[in-house]
């Protein structure tokens, strides 16, 4: 095998494994979440098969963020100690899971149990105003400390790496994490969608990472997909549970997070294309709304409901929206091997 694979087999195991863990308690944290009374609420403008979801048990990402933490901190405990900062980056992405998940966590329990309309967490701008505090005290520690790729990009077909003023840098590393985050969230609308769209990317930024060399990194992204592919179990139609902000959260704002520390964020948008579609949807929608005067472009916004008004089953925007993502997330491993 060549030599920067040779994490792949271990990170791959460990895969395995987090899935193992995650369907093992799966199961009986779903119970405690109905016991809990902690059930989904469904905004009203969303159709009738939307409406009998309601009650279905919401935060089921903490099944996902819970275990890849705590996994990931139990194996690089020696490297935190000994690495220096090589090992201590990888705190970096585990400080976005859970401060985004923290902050997932209570726009799920406000959507609950607030005084929001039904299906409303927080505000928008609070929760935007957060995740760019979040994000900017990341990106911060990044460009201060002596992490890889750090105010640089790697430009593919080329391929070199570009230096960045921290000025230019960090702005983009910001709006990146929280573009993806929220990119993530609206993602997150269809039984299955955003935890198999998620797992793909974080599987081709894992092999990215293999390619670098970055061990700490590989395991992290294949802890990640075997969290998703776990909670999948769970999530596939009919979902038993739903994951909630405190996954669609922490899950794209660590996927923005590890694009970065690759160096090969530039690829983001061809990786993670359903997520950017669907974001991009959204915002061309309010916009074209707006300066006609209530004419639409798509059916519904974001993109995935679209398709549903339209001939496609659920399960049909489930499959071929990950077919798109598999081919695309193909493409972008191979501009990174070209």
């Not at 996902?64 to 220096?84: D, K, M, S, Y």
């Not at 983009?172 to 929280?178: C, E, G, H, L, T």
């Not at 499959?319 to 501009?335: D, K, N, P, T």
Request: hydrophobic share 55%; with cysteine; net charge neutral.
């Amino acid at each position: 095998m060549p030599g920067e694979l040779r994490d792949l087999p271990f990170a791959l195991s460990l895969g395995g494994f987090t899935f193992i863990l995650v369907v093992m308690w799966g199961g009986p944290f779903i119970e405690i979440l109905h016991l809990k009374k902690w059930g989904k609420k469904i905004r009203h403008e969303l159709s009738d098969l939307h409406q009998k979801k309601a009650g279905t048990p919401t935060s089921g990402g903490l099944i996902i963020v819970i275990p890849a933490v705590l996994l990931t901190l139990g194996l690089n405990v020696a490297g935190l100690i000994r690495e220096g900062l090589t090992g201590q980056s990888i705190l970096i992405p585990l400080f976005v899971m859970v401060g985004f998940g923290i902050l997932g966590f209570y726009d799920d329990y406000e959507g609950i149990h607030g005084k929001a309309p039904i299906g409303e967490g927080i505000s928008a701008r609070a929760k935007f105003t957060a995740q760019v505090i979040l994000a900017a005290f990341v990106v911060g520690v990044m460009s201060a400390g002596e992490i890889q790729f750090s105010d640089a990009v790697v430009l593919p077909l080329i391929p070199t790496t570009v230096e960045m003023p921290s000025w230019l840098w960090v702005p983009i590393a910001i709006f990146i994490i929280v573009a993806t985050s929220n990119a993530v969230n609206i993602t997150d609308g269809l039984d299955g969608l955003a935890g198999i769209i998620t797992a793909t990317a974080f599987a081709s930024y894992g092999i990215i990472a293999a390619l670098q060399g970055q061990s700490f990194l590989v395991q992290f992204c294949f802890i990640m997909v075997g969290a998703c592919f776990g909670f999948l179990w769970y999530n596939a139609k009919p979902a038993q549970m739903f994951m909630g902000d405190v996954g669609s959260l922490s899950l794209g704002a660590a996927l923005g997070t590890v694009s970065l520390m690759t160096g090969q964020w530039i690829l983001l948008p061809l990786i993670a294309v359903i997520p950017v579609a669907e974001i991009l949807s959204v915002i061309l929608q309010i916009a074209y709304f707006r300066l006609t005067d209530g004419q639409r472009i798509f059916r519904k916004a974001p993109l995935h409901h679209h398709f549903e008004e339209g001939s496609w089953s659920e399960t049909q925007v489930v499959q071929r929206f990950w077919l798109m993502a598999i081919l695309s997330a193909m493409v972008g491993i191979a501009l990174v091997l070209l």
